[in-house]
DNA sequence: AGGCTAAGTAATCAAGTGATAACCTGTCAA
DNA sequence: TTGACAGGTTATCACTTGATTACTTAGCCT
């Protein structure tokens, strides 16, 4: 008359499993809007397990937010590492290495919410390094600083328009819709299935 | 030995002051990350007041967030109601009018905190909307989309690089420093004194 | 076998939070 | 004068939340 064996894990497993569960969690309600407790039932673990591990739910949060920047400077890594034809365009194998991981949600959601809590002094320590990571592997290409800041713009609006949720709200005759076409261009209808 | 006379305003500048001070407080912590209490606090004023005058917390925030995103957009308007000599670019001054409202900070501030905070149903759709008629008013130029797209990006970039506190913390040798020159220009000195 | 280490939980706490209710008090009209 | 409305506060509540403590138990080593 056993219960079901509780599954163990060891530590570090775990610390994994919780953290890819925190990404999940915090895209959603970002660092102030997401309780440890969100995180802890989306990883099927106790709430102060998750603490227990991180210390705190700050450094939990930062640890989020340097995996998510990390997955997308190497992303463009990858890119920049595989030489291409001398007629293809860089700067265009980028941007589709981005709107891969645009369809991945978690990671740039979670990103823009690091900006956006960059009043945090921590945060926003790390959000400006993770951005000059990824500003400086751009840079790798050797362009223009010009160059690599529209590139990052652009990811920027494609961020913002993902936060308020415009993809699956692109209604033909909103104001917005013409941005939101004109934004994601052909990979709008796999965003707005989400 | 009577106590400082409480000074009494209608209903209406009280709101009015109330709506500034919230705007204040949402710029630094976000929706979530802001309580009533801070609001009332640098409104000079109780706690439950606040939440009299608009309700919930959300009605505050959406008004506030209508608010800014009506200042940005009527910026816009007057740069484009002011004919200018045909040897000018529109978009200059735009970029000029857009300038102008970084030193404000609050403004921006809080139209990044809405958009991130998207995840919140109603906040998601006045974001929507909010960008919808800012997008609007910048195709009254008659220009392509994707010319009023590529504006909207770099303001994006650069209230994203506002959150982030970049512009105060521009420091030469910082992986970050060359975006933050490059994305701010002229007016990164403005912003840095902050 | 037996015990020790590490994985994990239940119980609990103090502080903060949004909201409600009840009360107080200028000011103005009749 | 009085009364009543409008501006505003104090007191209070139920609930959430991050964190701590103490306890339980699986699995490995000898």
Redesign the pocket.
Known sequence: MNAAP??????ED?RELVLHAATRAFARGGFHGT???AVAKEAG?????V??IFG???ELFLAVFARASDQIRTAFEDVLAQDLAPDEDVWEHLGLAYGALLTDRDFLQVLMHGFSAGGEPEIGAQARAGMGAIYQTLMTTGCEPDRAKDFIAQGMLLNVMMSMHAPEHAVEGDDIFGLTTCAFGEMLPALAAD
Chains 1, 2 share one sequence.
């Open positions: 509780i599954p163990r894990m060891s530590a775990r309780s440890t407790d673990v106790s709430q102060p397990y603490v227990r705190t739910k700050l």
